[in-house]
């Protein structure tokens, strides 16, 4: 199946809106049940309860994150998807403002099967101040 624009714009806007909630489930309920992301080539979490679990470590880091979808783009059953959020850290109280983005294998439905997400861990890590 091949999706068009539209329908991949429509995806990553439902996405945004599903971590702007503040939900892990939520999240979660974009992926195939036995989807799976990585992130920066690490170990995967795997399946939705595994991928709500990488949500909630997000949301209890940065409480207050604000995500935004800065560009997507696709073809046939691929996406890239290119995103910003903003927040401040828990522990460090610092504000964040750190950029990346999630290359994503869709299933037929449209949910994600596959997403290997990246961003620039060191920048992430001196601007939390650890």
């Known amino acids: ?4 624009a539209e329908r991949v714009a429509t995806i990553a806007g439902d ?24 992130i920066n080539e690490g170990e995967p979490w ?29 073809s046939g059953k691929h996406a890239v998807y290119l995103w910003t959020f903003t927040g401040t850290h ?3 109280k610092r504000k964040l403002r ?17 997403s290997r997400g990246n961003f620039d861990a060191e920048d992430y890590s001196q601007q939390v101040g650890s």
């Open 15 to 38: 996405y945004t809106d599903a971590w702007n909630c503040g939900k892990p489930t939520a999240v979660a309920a974009f992926f195939h049940p036995d989807g799976m992301i990585t």
């Open 98 to 114: 750190v950029s990346g983005w999630e290359e994503w294998e869709l299933d037929d439905a449209g949910l994600i099967a596959i």
């Open 46 to 74: 795997c399946g939705r309860e595994g991928i709500a679990a990488m949500a909630a470590g997000f949301f209890a880091d940065v409480p207050d994150m604000k995500l935004a979808c800065d560009h997507v783009r696709g």
């Open 1 to 4: 199946m091949t999706f068009s």
């Open 90 to 92: 828990a522990t460090t």
